[in-house]
């Protein structure tokens, strides 16, 4: 269903297209700007009157997205497998309807996999126009650094994206009407966080819950409501990003039998069964974090369940990974879980402050945690914020895939000096 700026049927879904891929490459880039005009000096390094060219920016980001996308289409055609391009909806009988230009065709299959991925959640009263209200395509491909940028909701999406262009020199104001921040990621790390982007700048306001915008002289002005009352904030340019939804409309006929839950996910069993024998669904469309790594884990074990092989995802070491700088991430339950269930447990963290290898790249904010079971000691969860926090928590993710202790990993060696 995406399509590139040529107008042609793009692969690789939302992470590819509009989501991880994409802000990734302007995260790199923005990073090295940030780093010329505002850290480098401590090294000796000066440079005489840095600018960013934000359609060279662009530009590299669509490339990095055309290439990997490109490379979905040749491993298509080295295994065989056939593609259209257009729009799906699954019919009685698993029959699938396509529908494009070039009109409308019906095939057969022996199995299905429901894949659709997820849309945008829109918020009442402001209205997309990704001209100057932007979604978080969107936010992708902004022309020029807006002097002052709203972003509605402190998620993943909205911190990665307020992180970019607040590195590009705007000021970044983010609303967000719950009033925790990053309220599913252990407390300890989403305060150490929240500390550290407030410090770069970004204007991060809780329990700001926002009732509409309006366009004014090419600025969009949000009406909000805090614990003072009504306000309002004029920008000019507005990020939504509240979340993603299950892409389910004209997704399936009235009679193809597969049910969906009270939110409009489809309903599936642990190995992604739906109702209707030999129909699967995965991903975003399914329970569980809207995550591209779960999404491809779920389609390997359809396929090798199909195959008749035995296999099953293992949900509780899914990690998951804000892309900020520093980064979050995270992997198995956080100390508020497993509190909450009861469990005796014990706990341990380590600043990188105390660590040699981040004092001598200059990234010494941000810690690693531990949450582990007190009698076996069985480690139950790894939570970082800092340096490489995406790269670090595999580790988490392959101690607890082998049911590590806690010992276990104490009587490792690991290199030094190393995160």
Same mark, same amino acid.
């Given at each position: 269903r995406f399509k590139g700026k040529d107008g042609k049927y793009s692969l690789g879904g939302t992470c590819l297209n509009i989501g991880c891929i994409p802000s990734k490459a302007l995260l790199d880039s923005s990073k090295h700007y940030e780093q010329m005009t505002k850290h480098y000096d401590v090294h000796g390094?000066?440079?005489?009157?840095?600018?960013?060219?934000?359609?060279?920016?662009?530009?590299?980001?669509?490339?990095?997205?055309?290439?990997?996308?490109?490379?979905?289409?040749?491993?298509?055609?080295?295994?065989?497998?056939? #593609?259209?391009?257009?729009?799906?909806?699954l019919l009685k009988d698993r029959q699938v309807e396509i529908t494009n230009d070039e009109g409308t065709q019906v095939v057969q299959g022996e199995h299905i996999i429901l894949a659709s991925g997820s849309v945008p959640i829109s918020i009442p009263n402001v209205e997309i126009d990704n001209e100057y209200i932007l979604d978080n395509a969107g936010g992708l491909d902004v022309g020029k650094v807006p002097e002052k940028l709203g972003v509605i909701g402190a998620g993943v999406i909205g911190l990665e994206l307020g992180s970019v262009w607040a590195r590009l020199g705007s000021e970044v104001v983010v609303l967000e009407a719950v009033d925790t921040f990053l309220p599913t990621v252990d407390q300890q790390i989403a305060k150490d966080a929240k500390k550290q982007f407030s410090k770069q700048g970004q204007d991060i306001?809780?329990?700001?819950?926002?009732?509409?915008?309006?366009?004014?002289?090419?600025?969009?002005?949000?009406?909000?409501?805090?614990?003072? /009352?009504?306000?309002?904030?004029?920008?000019?340019?507005?990020?939504?990003?509240?979340?993603?939804?299950? #892409?389910?409309?004209?997704?399936?006929?009235?009679?193809?039998?597969?049910?969906?839950?009270?939110?409009?996910?489809?309903?599936?069993?642990?190995?992604?069964?739906?109702?209707?024998?030999?129909?699967?669904?995965?991903?975003?469309?399914?329970?569980?974090?809207?995550?591209?790594?779960?999404?491809?884990?779920?389609?390997?074990?359809?396929?090798?369940?199909?195959?008749?092989?035995?296999?099953?995802?293992? #949900?509780?070491?899914?990690? /998951?990974?804000? #892309?900020?700088?520093p980064e979050v991430a995270w992997v198995g339950k956080t100390e508020e879980e497993v509190k909450e269930s009861g469990e005796a447990y014990k706990t341990g963290a380590v600043p990188f402050a105390a660590n040699g290898r981040a004092m001598a790249a200059g990234e010494t904010g941000g810690m690693v945690k531990f949450v582990a079971d007190e009698k076996t000691d069985r480690i139950l969860g790894m939570h970082v914020v800092g340096p490489q926090a995406s790269e670090l928590i595999q580790q988490g993710v392959v101690a607890m895939?082998?049911?590590?202790?806690?010992?276990?990993?104490?009587?490792?060696?690991?290199?030094h000096p190393s995160l």
């Open positions: 390094i000066a440079f005489d009157n840095p600018s960013i060219d934000v359609p060279t920016m662009i530009g590299r980001k669509d490339k990095i997205v055309k290439q990997l996308t490109g490379g979905i289409a040749q491993l298509f055609k080295a295994n065989k497998v056939n #593609y259209i391009g257009g729009s799906g909806k306001r809780l329990g700001a819950r926002v009732t509409g915008s309006e366009m004014k002289k090419n600025q969009a002005v949000v009406s909000f409501t805090d614990k003072d /009352g009504d306000q309002q904030e004029t920008f000019d340019r507005l990020i939504v990003a509240v979340g993603r939804r299950p #892409y389910t409309e004209g997704l399936l006929s009235q009679d193809a039998g597969v049910s969906l839950d009270e939110r409009n996910f489809v309903y599936v069993d642990n190995q992604c069964r739906t109702d209707v024998p030999g129909v699967y669904a995965i991903g975003d469309l399914v329970r569980g974090p809207a995550l591209a790594h779960k999404a491809i884990e779920e389609g390997v074990m359809v396929a090798e369940v199909i195959a008749g092989e035995h296999t099953q995802v293992n #949900y509780d070491a899914v990690p /998951g990974v804000i #892309y900020t700088h895939e082998f049911g590590a202790t806690i010992e276990d990993l104490q009587l490792m060696v690991f290199g």
